[in-house]
């Protein structure tokens, strides 16, 4: 059997943890608790939904797929844009060190709106046409991103090395900053290395 | 006379038709022009009112509201937005036009449904004060209530104490 003190602390002990505890909600109100590392993820998987068989060599009026993907982890809800580029390889990459996106232009837009942890995930579907290669040097015309068709003015040179007409296509996210009421490059990217193969 | 006149004027008449379907063409292409101007500014109205949307969406979650569908909404709204965007690309002005029109109307209902969800947040929403006198309340009440039941327990306990027989080694 517990003794008379023994009993007196258990007491003190339920006493002190549920004042504690009805003390809490009040004591929020004014304390804020450190938040978690606020980021977001951008990812990009091949058509078997999984990072594997992304296309690699293609070629002309052939349409490839690869599903992209945004989560929030910034603690808000956050709208988002995904830019889809293309590039050939003598081209800047976005320098996420200096927060620089690439100056290509975007050749197809996703508008996402994303609540705190949820994930969005789309699929990208492009295709090349008006392709040519002459000597060292291949070139594209048009390309078309999820229906839309956009006129380009790409070439690449004849990757030795690589054994390829290499051009890399890639996603920037990009974050709507309420102060600035704009846009902003959010330091994520992902790409895709493309060899162009012999037109049709 | 009748015979005459057809060759006389006939370049007069094939100067005319010329100029009759230049002036089709050209208003062809003001037409063109103005679909083109008419779908542009509208997905840049869209655009507008969905980061509007976006706003009083932010506003209400930061009231407490429960804003997961609108989210829903606004995802949808960006993807008339996309589309309309396609469109314009591929000179179908009517779809862009009217896809970009279906954006601007949901980011508006958007906005009013965040609105309306932002009153209620906060009307419903216990105040600081509030909060904190119940709290205090509620430490009191608990607090006398622990004092009294520790009272109780300790009249039994010396009571069930002096009750017991001694136990004979």
Known sequence: ?200 | MGESWLPRHLKDLSMILILALGLFIASFQVVSCTDRDDAAARINAADAALKLAYHAVGDAEVSGANITELVVWLNDAGGALSGARTAMTLGNYSEALAKAAACETGANEIAAAAGELETFAVEGKPSGWMTASLSVLGSAVFTIAMFGVWRLFKRQYSKRLLESKPEVA
């Open chain 1, 1 to 200: 059997m517990w003794s008379l003190d023994d009993c007196r602390h258990a007491f003190v002990a339920v006493w002190l943890v549920g004042t504690v505890a009805l003390c809490v909600p009040s004591v929020l109100l004014y304390v804020r608790l450190p938040a978690g590392e606020r980021f977001s993820e951008l990812y990009i998987l091949g058509p078997t939904h999984m990072a594997e068989n992304y296309p690699f060599n293609v070629a002309a009026d052939t349409s490839y797929m690869v599903y992209l993907g945004v989560t929030n982890h910034l603690g808000n809800t956050s709208y988002y844009e995904v830019q889809v580029k293309l590039r050939n390889p003598t081209e800047p990459l976005p320098n996420v060190t200096v927060h620089d996106p690439s100056s290509q232009p975007a050749l197809y837009t996703y508008e996402v709106s994303l609540g705190d942890g949820q994930t969005w995930e789309d699929t990208l579907n492009f295709s090349f046409s008006q392709m040519s290669f002459e000597s060292n040097d291949s070139s594209v015309g048009k390309i078309q991103v999820n229906g839309a068709m956009v006129s380009l003015n790409e070439s690449s040179t004849w990757d030795g090395t690589n054994n390829g007409y290499y051009y890399q296509v890639f996603a920037e996210l990009w974050v709507y900053n309420n102060a600035d009421n704009s846009f902003m490059f959010h330091d994520r990217f992902v790409s895709l290395w493309l060899n162009m193969t012999s037109p049709v």
